[in-house]
């Protein structure tokens, strides 16, 4: 989105679309993510982070901490992480429902 309203301010592109587009790519990144830990869950996040290159994300052995992490403040973690600033990128694929 910083990228597309630098766009927009130097009239390269319309500020419409740049919206569009914003709204466009959260719902299916939001979605993705959901499906993938609806139906993939623990065995997928475990399969991904066996690649290598992904590994720099999250290990298994943080995953663990994670789970425990929100077992026990799950609610205040995901309503900081959505509604704090900068914050919504880093708390969306750690959330509870992709990594069950």
């Known amino acids: 989105m910083f990228g597309g309203g630098?766009?927009?301010?130097s009239n390269r592109v319309t500020l419409p679309l740049v919206i569009l587009l914003g709204f466009?790519?959260?719902t299916i990144s939001n979605n993705a993510l959901y499906w993938a830990g609806r139906f993939g869950g623990r065995p997928l996040i475990t399969r991904i982070l066996k690649v290598h290159f992904l590994s720099f994300l999250l290990d298994v052995k943080s995953l663990g901490k994670v789970e425990r992490y929100f077992e026990e403040h799950?609610?205040?973690t995901v309503f900081v992480g959505r509604f704090g600033p900068g914050l919504r990128s880093i708390i969306t694929p750690s959330s509870p429902g992709s990594a069950r």
Do not use: H, L, P
């Open 6 to 9: 630098f766009f927009a301010n």
């Open 24 to 26: 466009v790519g959260a």
């Open 74 to 76: 799950d609610g205040k």
